[in-house]
């Protein structure tokens, strides 16, 4: 999984990636809050985003809200790391849009612990968002079914979106991943079937 660091010191950088490398994480850089925003508008960021508070241009918080501002199933989770450490600087921090507050210097161990976290909330996420995505597929294929179909007027064929005519059975399993099995109605029973084994009961009696 890829994290996304931000932090104009280049000392407190190196030793964020040092730690996040060593836990098997790909890591990506940026040198102020300008160019972590910059990143982060890439529809296939970094879900994980370290910031630090105070940075040139853009400062961590203004990148916070700047990304809660974006519309998107994914969003990131946003771990904000300064020296500031008081309730009132938390609560801002947490008001910005951030998800984690992590005070410097870091602890290693602590920092391990947030981004384990912050990754199974991103796992969680990511699968909400998956099924999201297969409901509204299946809407839109019923929305398909549920419009007006080119019927055949003799065979009953459907005609599909490539000017192809399938039988409805296929049409439906094509567009939905349903199943069928076969049986009789009673009106073709009685119109269909009926006729049939009455000639098969007369070619079995005697003469």
Not at 155 to 167: G, S
Not at 182 to 192: A, M, V
Request: hydrophobic share 40%; aromatic share 6%; proline share 5%.
């Amino acid at each position: 999984m890829k994290i996304l660091i931000a932090d104009d010191d280049p000392v407190s950088r190196c030793a964020l990636a040092a730690v996040l490398r060593g836990s098997g994480f790909e890591v990506l850089e940026a040198a102020d809050g300008s160019q972590a925003w910059e990143i982060l508008q890439d529809g296939h960021s970094p879900q994980l985003v370290i910031l630090d508070w105070m940075m040139p241009g853009l400062n961590g918080l203004q990148v916070c809200r700047k990304v809660r501002g974006l519309e998107t199933a994914r969003p990131p989770y946003l771990i904000v790391l300064t020296s500031r450490d008081s309730k009132s600087d938390v609560l801002e921090a947490l008001e910005a849009g951030a998800d984690e507050f992590l005070s410097k210097p870091f602890d290693p161990m602590e920092l391990r612990a947030r981004i384990q976290v912050g990754k199974r909330l991103v796992s969680l996420q990511n699968t909400v968002a998956d099924r999201v995505q297969e409901l509204q597929a299946a809407l839109d294929q019923v929305r398909t079914l549920q419009g007006i179909l080119p019927i055949c007027s003799y065979c009953k064929k459907i005609r599909n979106d490539q000017d192809y005519w399938q039988q409805v059975e296929q049409y439906i399993a094509s567009n939905t991943g349903a199943t069928f099995t076969h049986g009789i109605c009673p009106e073709c029973w009685g119109k269909h079937v009926v006729p049939q084994l009455d000639a098969m009961k007369h070619r079995e009696e005697p003469e």
